[in-house]
């Protein structure tokens, strides 16, 4: 059985990331591998693809497992960081009742094994806990405003489930649990196809496509390197009393319409901007309110959209596109 964290005395833990192959996960994993943690990856290779953690295989202190976390799994840990869920409206859309299986039963699972083995979990929330807001900045005390049954609630009502039973698991068996509120992040790892706005308009401009800006392109989003991101995920794991959710992400404000001139900028494009019909439940605006990261966790982001735009752009400049498979829809 596991010491459980507090009485555990190596400084290295063993830590497992679902979810671990994807964007934000092969991040983490990344970064926890480089400490020198023992880093177990779990993942169903739905939006991500082994080769994310191709430079991770072969480390000593590194473990990739194939499995979906809607099934139970066992295995002693210190820490869970419970990642595992499609992120991008294209892709949560796909199959909505898959994503709420891996939001629900997936937080049931790694929940469980917390408790079992006296880990400490942190579950990946989302800014769409708060839905379409009525308040700007949102704080961890707003509700939200959120559809139960529109295209987009699989996922909003999956996570918002999900940090339900965090909770609850708290109160009612003493889980540790952080539960972290991550906005629209984007950054070098993000998959070329997709389906969210920076990896779209990237890719758009860098092809010479016209950028579809959906509806008028005046709906807001905040949108935070992954580098900060990740630390602040980490600072927030590692902390060691928070509890109550809490935001990450960058209070940057953007209207997607200036996201679109962004990249036409970055790129040297000489593509056009599109209009095209708004999605359903699209949120008119987001915008986090850090101030109890940044008293919590004395954290913040460092690097602004205009910063971080052009490592985006880099990134997305410098792919095989061939490595990468297209969403089936
Ligand atoms: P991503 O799609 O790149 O990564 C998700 C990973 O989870 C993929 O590797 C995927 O294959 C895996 N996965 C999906 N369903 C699974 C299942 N049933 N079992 C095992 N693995 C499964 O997305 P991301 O941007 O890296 O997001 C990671 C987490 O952070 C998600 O939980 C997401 O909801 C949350 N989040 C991300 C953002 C963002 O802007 N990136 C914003 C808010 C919340
Ligand atoms: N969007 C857009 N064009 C695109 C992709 C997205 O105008 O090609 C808009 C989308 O309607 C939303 C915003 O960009 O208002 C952010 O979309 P994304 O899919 O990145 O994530 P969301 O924040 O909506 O979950």
């Keep these: 059985m596991s010491n459980g964290t507090a009485e555990k005395k190596d400084p290295y833990l063993r830590v497992l990331v ?7 996960g092969s991040h983490l994993c990344r970064r926890l591998v480089a400490q020198g943690h023992e880093v177990v990856c779990l993942d169903n290779f739905f939006t991500s693809q082994k080769t994310n953690v191709a430079d991770l295989i072969g480390k000593p202190n590194f473990e990739l497992i194939r499995h979906d976390v809607t099934t139970p799994f066992f295995i002693e840990c210190d820490q869970i960081y419970n990642m595992a869920c499609p992120a991008s409206p294209v892709h949560y859309q796909y199959n909505p009742v898959k994503t709420m299986k891996t939001s629900v039963l997936g937080a049931m699972n790694m929940l469980g094994l917390a408790k079992r ?6 579950q990946a929330s989302t800014s769409e ?14 509700w939200g405003k959120v559809n139960c049954n529109g295209v987009r609630s699989c996922y909003d009502e999956g996570k918002r ?9 708290h109160r009612q ?11 629209n ?8 196809y ?28 905040s949108f935070c390197f992954v580098d900060d991101l990740v630390d602040g995920l980490m600072k927030l794991m590692n902390q060691t009393s928070t509890i109550g959710p809490v935001n990450i992400g960058n209070p940057g404000e953007f209207t997607i319409k200036q996201l679109a001139e962004l990249a036409i900028k970055h790129t040297g494009s000489s593509s056009k901007i599109v209009h095209l019909p708004l999605p359903g439940d699209d949120p008119q605006q987001r915008k986090p309110d850090i101030t109890k990261a940044r008293e919590i966790l ?32």
């Excluded at 992040?185 to 070329?192: A, D, E, K, V």
Aim: glycine letters at 12%; aromatic letters at 12%; charged letters at 25%.
């Design 298 to 329: 004395g954290w913040e982001p460092k690097i602004k959209l205009e910063d971080g735009l052009p490592k985006a752009v880099a990134y997305f400049s410098s792919l095989d596109l061939s490595r990468f498979r297209k969403p089936t829809k």
């Design 129 to 142: 806990v708060y839905g379409d807001p009525e308040v700007s900045p949102q704080p961890e005390e707003y």
């Design 194 to 221: 997709d389906g969210r706005v920076v990896s779209n308009f990237i890719m758009q401009a860098i092809n010479g496509e016209d950028i579809t800006v959906y509806g008028e392109g005046k709906q807001t989003r």
């Design 173 to 183: 068996n003493g889980v540790d649990i952080r539960v972290a509120r991550i906005f």
């Design 161 to 169: 489930a999900a940090e339900t039973l965090c909770f609850d698991y």
């Design 185 to 192: 992040t984007y950054g070098p790892g993000m998959h070329p």
């Design 18 to 24: 679902t979810g671990g192959a994807g964007f934000l």
């Design 117 to 122: 083995v006296k880990a400490r979990l942190l």
